[in-house]
């Protein structure tokens, strides 16, 4: 199982960044993946995730409208549009595999994630 995030970067707030995810080693439109990152001095959380079949997402209260996930299973990756950045997303960004049924607390709990890509790193500049 592998997974391999990209796209991070130095942005301005107010800017848009799209992260990628891309999976190998198992068969992606089995599980649902999820979105998270951990900033200096704090503790990994999850921002969002999307249901295996992408009808069902899950967006931490902070990034609501302005974070999007989607998936596309044919290409086996996963993206994160983030738009209107600001300060406070700043942080190393990981895609990892839910390894759960969907439920809510469950995709927000780091101990059901099984596997994690390398992560990426997100750093918005005021």
């Known amino acids: 199982v592998q997974l391999q995030a990209s796209g991070g970067g130095l942005v301005q707030a107010g800017g848009s960044l799209r992260l990628s995810c891309a999976a190998s080693?198992?068969?992606?439109?089995?599980?649902?993946i999820g979105w998270l990152r951990q900033a200096p001095g704090k503790e990994r959380e999850a921002v969002a995730c999307i249901s295996s079949n992408g009808r069902s997402t899950y967006y931490e209260d902070t990034v609501k409208g302005r974070f999007t996930v989607s998936r596309d299973n044919t290409e086996n990756t996963v993206y994160l549009q983030m738009n209107n950045l600001v300060p406070e997303d700043t942080a190393v960004y990981y895609c990892a595999r839910y390894s759960s049924s969907w439920y809510y607390p469950g995709v927000t709990r780091i101990r059901e994630y099984d596997y994690w890509g390398q992560g990426t790193q997100v750093t918005v500049s005021s």
């Open positions: 080693g198992f068969i992606l439109d089995s599980y649902a």
